[in-house]
């Protein structure tokens, strides 16, 4: 049972990142999918999370910018940012919800790093 | 959105004593639907995604040692780590999942003194 990102890299300010998270060794049509990033150096920051049923949750800080998507039949969760700042550079990571634990997380990603430099 | 605080930012403690982290919700995070606290707790160790330790404010995750432990209620919760071993160095974040709109503490640095 595993997360994998992949998507990342160097990014222009003011460009577009697309990240993807596809999972292994379950169905992820059956799970809510977050993302968390984590600056370097900083904390953890909630960011996004797409339910089963497809409705969408953002932070403050990535609505208006950020849009996440899904596509069960590839078994992938998708993560889209506009206009990126050098704010937006961190380690980006897909993580699983579990409900019969009322929907922390246990399944995460190793993470994706992204850059925001000209 | 509810916001988590967590104390200390960090910690040093000698092997083989305890550690005391510490997180506070600006509110409740019980549901009394199923009498549980949305609190969890997560180890981070350096180039390695978090690692869940403890859900619902007290619960242990399979396979994490009983050194490690959750207390609390209302809006302050406990992360309790005794009998202090080297490889419990690393960063430790309280996280509240009572809403879609899920938020970390800050996080506390726990190192050997």
């Known amino acids: 049972v595993q997360l994998v990102e992949s998507g990342g890299g160097f990014v222009q300010p003011g460009g577009t990142l697309r990240l993807s998270c596809a999972a292994s060794?379950?169905?992820?049509?059956?799970?809510?999918i977050h993302w968390v990033r984590q600056g370097i150096g900083k904390g953890l920051e909630w960011v996004s999370a797409?339910?089963?049923?497809?409705?969408?949750y953002y932070s403050d800080s990535a609505r208006g910018r950020f849009t996440i998507s899904r596509e069960n039949v590839k078994g992938s969760v998708w993560l889209q940012a506009n206009s990126v700042t050098v704010d937006d550079t961190a380690v980006y990571y897909c993580?699983?919800?579990?409900?019969?634990?009322?929907?922390?997380?246990?399944?995460w990603g190793q993470g994706i790093m992204v850059t925001v430099s000209s | 959105d509810i916001v988590v605080t967590q104390s200390p930012d960090s910690l040093a403690v000698s092997l083989g004593e305890t550690a005391t982290i510490n997180c506070k919700s600006s509110?409740?995070?019980?549901?009394?639907?199923?009498?549980?606290?949305?609190i969890a707790w997560y180890q981070q160790k350096p180039r390695q995604p978090p690692k869940l330790l403890v859900y619902w404010a007290y619960n242990r995750e399979s396979g994490v040692p009983d050194r490690f432990s959750g207390s609390g209620s209302g809006t302050d919760f406990t992360l309790t780590i005794t009998n202090l071993q080297a490889e419990d160095v690393a960063v430790y974040y309280c996280?509240?999942?009572?809403?879609?709109?899920?938020?970390f503490g800050q996080g506390t640095r726990l190192e050997i003194k």
């Open positions: 996280l509240q999942y009572l809403t879609y709109t899920r938020t």
């Open positions: 509110q409740s995070v019980f549901k009394s639907r199923n009498g549980q606290h949305y």
């Open positions: 060794g379950f169905s992820i049509s059956a799970y809510d």
């Open positions: 797409i339910g089963e049923g497809g409705d969408t």
């Open positions: 993580a699983r919800v579990i409900a019969p634990k009322g929907g922390v997380f246990d399944v």
